[in-house]
């Protein structure tokens, strides 16, 4: 298996643009999650799904964040209008369903100037 | 509130010296705890878990960690650590729901291994 695959790995932008991230889960694994870490917060927890249905999305900062599982292989995290503070890592991981390990993407370095 | 607290920001140890990274967890069910590791530019991989039994659990890599429910404590221990090590780990708690598994991450350590 090609593991979690996160495009693109490296993203810049300008303050305003809309930025999407993608990423496909490992194939069979239900559970999907979107992580962002950054030095002053650390890896945190934004939206996960289960069977492409959001179930928590407490951790979404504000509404210029969404995020869609159109069906089991692919979700993006979109972000509109990007700010220089969206700044930051995020990691895409997915899970099947009774485990408990989440297997993570190698993650989107995203620059907003 | 669940939380996870990882005290050393950064951790310096020579090759071939044992090594301990603390983690304290506050979860108010029955925890499980995990250790992952992260290599420069790469995702997160997981070096080991604790649900139940045995409090010391084996990891890959020749990690190891030992789960003390009085001291609310997950520490990672190495006896000998190499070169390769050099990474950044975090410790994080969750606990299996149904339907659900949240995991909350501590800020991590990071460890520099000196020749």
């Known amino acids: 298996d090609a593991g979690v695959i996160q495009s693109p790995r490296h993203e810049v932008t300008e303050m305003g643009q809309e930025v999407t991230l993608r990423c496909k889960p490992i194939s069979g694994h239900d559970y999907l999650f979107w992580y962002r870490q950054t030095m002053m917060r650390g890896l945190e927890l934004l939206i996960y799904f289960n069977n492409n249905v959001p179930i928590d999305d407490s951790g979404m900062p504000e509404d210029r964040f969404s995020a869609k599982m159109p069906n089991a292989s692919f979700s993006t995290l979109k972000i509109q209008p990007s700010e220089p503070r969206d700044s930051a890592v995020y990691f895409c991981a997915s899970m099947a369903s009774g485990e408990s390990e989440q297997f993570f993407g190698p993650g989107t370095r995203l620059t907003v100037l | 509130a669940q939380s996870v607290t990882q005290p050393d920001i950064h951790i310096t140890v020579s090759e071939g010296a044992s090594l301990e990274l603390r983690c304290n967890y506050s979860?108010?069910?029955?925890?499980?705890l995990f250790w992952y590791v992260q290599s420069p530019g790469q995702g997160l991989q997981l070096l080991l878990k604790y649900f139940s039994g045995d409090t010391l659990v084996q990891g890959i890599k020749g990690f190891e960690a030992e789960f003390k429910r009085s001291q609310s404590s997950f520490n990672l221990r190495k006896p000998s650590v190499h070169w390769s090590d050099a990474a950044e780990y975090f410790c994080?708690?969750?606990?299996?729901?149904?339907?659900?598994?949240?995991?909350?991450f501590g800020t991590g350590t990071r460890l520099t291994v000196i020749p």
């Open positions: 979860y108010g069910a029955t925890p499980y």
């Open positions: 994080a708690v969750g606990a299996l729901q149904t339907g659900a598994n949240n995991l909350f």
